[in-house]
C-alpha cells in the first residue's frame, strides 16, 4: 500500500480513510508539491516537473498524472533565466476572483538568476472548453545583485482577501510581497520585500491563517538526495501576515528561530513543500517525502491538522 494519510474532521478524531474505505492508490510520486486545490469536485496538486507536472483525484487518495501547464516553456523564462530550458521547480496555486493563479519558480541549480512565473486557468477541467492555461509572464526576479533567491512561490489569500506571496531560498531567507487579487502580479512593484525568515539552509515557505494568528511553516536542511536528504519543517506564528514572526520559545524567525513540525521518521524521509488544505470543517497538512523503501523516491503524503490548546498546529508524524 502506497504511503498517503488522509485524516477527517478533527472533531471526529478519525481517520476519512479508514471510514470511507478508501486506498491510497494510483501515481503518489511529486516533488515539490503546491498547496491542494478544487475545481468540479477533483482535487489537484502541481509539482516539480517539464512543464509543471499536475495531479489530480477524486478522494485524495488515488492520484493520477494530469496534463502539463506548459507543453512548450514561455519564451520569458529562457530570456530571463538562459540556462533553464522548460524545467519548472516548485509550483503553487491558489484560487482568487474567478480563476487559478499557478506561480512556479524558472531557476538552474545553486543559481541566484532566478525567477517566478505565473500562469492562469479558469478551470482546471481539461474536458471543459474554456480549459487554457495563459502565460501571465514574470512576477519577481531575482539576480547576484540582490539578497535573495526568487523561487519557492508560496501564495495565500487571507480572511481579507488580501493575496500574498512568500518566496525564498538560502540567501538572506524568506521574503515576502503582496500581489494584486485580480491581476496576480505584484500590488506594487515599487515596493521592497519584507524579510520573514532566515537560517543558513532555509526555503519553502507556506503561509496559513487561523483566527487571528498567521503562521509560517519552512523548511530548513538539504533536499533532492533521496535518502540522504535533511529537509525538516519548521514554524512560526504572528499577528501579522508581514511578521514578526516567532517560535514557540519566543525566538524569532529573522534570528534563526523555528518550532520543529515533521523531521524524518522511520520510511519517511525529509518533509518538505508543506500546504495547508481545509474544507468542510477538516484540516490537512500536505507535503513530500522520501521513500525510503522505495530507493527515496518523492511522496506525496497528506496528513491531519490539528491545533493544541496552545494555539500552535500539530500534525501526526508516526508510520
Known amino acids: 500500500m502506497a504511503a498517503i494519510w488522509l485524516l477527517g474532521a478533527c472533531a471526529a478524531g478519525t481517520t476519512r480513510g479508514q471510514d470511507s474505505g478508501m486506498h491510497p492508490g494510483g ?23 517539464w512543464g509543471v507536472r499536475a495531479k489530480s483525484s477524486l478522494d485524495l487518495a488515488a492520484w493520477k498524472e494530469g496534463p502539463r501547464v506548459f507543453e512548450k516553456a514561455p519564451f520569458w523564462t529562457t530570456n530571463t533565466v538562459p540556462g533553464n530550458r522548460g524545467y519548472f521547480w516548485a509550483p503553487d496555486v491558489v484560487e482568487s ?28 477541467d481539461d474536458t471543459d ?17 540582490n539578497d535573495f533567491n526568487a523561487i519557492d512561490p508560496g501564495v495565500f489569500l487571507d480572511s481579507e482577501k488580501r493575496l500574498w506571496m512568500a518566496f525564498g531560498s538560502y540567501w538572506s531567507g524568506i521574503k515576502l510581497v503582496q500581489l494584486d487579487p485580480r491581476t496576480g502580479k505584484r500590488a506594487d512593484t515599487n ?9 543558513s539552509s532555509i ?7 487561523r483566527g487571528n494568528d498567521y503562521f509560517l511553516f519552512v523548511n530548513w536542511g538539504q533536499c533532492c538526495r533521496g535518502t540522504n536528504s ?10 501579522h501576515v508581514r511578521g514578526p514572526y516567532a517560535d514557540k520559545g519566543g525566538v524569532s524567525l529573522m534570528q534563526d528561530g523555528g518550532t520543529l513540525l515533521l ?3 522511520g520510511r519517511f524521509i525529509g518533509p518538505g513543500h508543506a500546504g495547508v488544505y481545509t474544507e468542510a470543517g477538516r484540516n ?13 523516491t518523492p511522496k506525496l503524503a497528506i496528513r491531519r491538522l490539528q491545533w493544541g490548546s496552545d494555539g500552535w498546529p500539530v500534525v501526526d508524524s508516526t508510520e
Open 27 to 49: 501515481d503518489l510520486s511529486i516533488h515539490d508539491p503546491s498547496t491542494i486545490v478544487k475545481c468540479k469536485g477533483r482535487y489537484w496538486v502541481f509539482g516539480t516537473g
Open 97 to 124: 476572483c474567478g480563476r487559478y493563479l499557478l506561480y512556479y519558480s524558472v531557476s538552474t541549480w545553486g543559481s541566484q538568476n532566478s525567477a517566478i512565473g505565473l500562469a492562469a486557468n479558469v478551470t482546471l
Open 129 to 145: 472548453r474554456r480549459y487554457r492555461w495563459s502565460d501571465e509572464g514574470l512576477v519577481i526576479h531575482s539576480c547576484p545583485t
Open 191 to 199: 515596493s521592497p520585500a519584507v524579510a520573514l525568515a532566515w537560517h
Open 203 to 209: 526555503e519553502a515557505p507556506a503561509l496559513c491563517q
Open 230 to 239: 535533511t529537509y525538516n519543517i519548521r514554524v512560526g506564528r504572528s499577528k
Open 263 to 265: 523531521e524524518t521518521n
Open 284 to 296: 490537512m497538512f500536505s507535503f513530500h517525502y522520501y521513500d525510503r523503501d522505495q530507493k527515496g
